[in-house]
């Protein structure tokens, strides 16, 4: 009938199940955004202290810095150039029946 | 916390769930072909941009990976076939 006859432990309405869900949702979406953020950071500080600082001395000095500002924007041109490359494999890869 | 939710919510989640794992799984494929590629194909110092040989570079580098890959199943399964003629 109404709302309040239903049993109270039971409790919860739709709206609030929907609500949690949505919550778990958005809570996974973002730890996987924030663990795939970190990967690429630390992955990108590695290859670019290669190339950038061969030979480190007191601080940093402005050539290293436009160096590794550089670096940083390959860096992740070439993950988005992989990222399209490996699609466009997969996606050929299911179509194709393997031979 | 999960058994708070209703069987068809669950189902729901689960799904999300493996849709969100493949996902992860695929950004980790490409974290590891980044960081290989990067080393083969990219051996200067990085400029402001990708010379055309450095982008087909890349690209090929995760096509060739992926045959290598094939190959060598292929030839370890040639192998087997051999040993048990």
Redesign the interface.
Known sequence: MSDFLKNPLSS?SSAD?TA??EA??NQ??SE?AL??AQ??IN?MNE??FL??VTKPSTSLSSSEET?LT??M???M???D???K??TA?LSRESLEPRL | MSESFDPATKKELETFLEQQQAHARFNQSVHHFTDMCWDKCITGTPSTRFSRSEESCLTNCVERFLDTSLFMVRKIEEQREQRIA
């Open positions: 919860g199940a949690r869900k778990l949702m996974v979406r996987l663990t795939n990967e690429l992955k290859k670019c190339k950038c160096c550089r670096c924007e390959r860096y041109q070439a993950f150039i992989i990222s490359s490996y494999r």
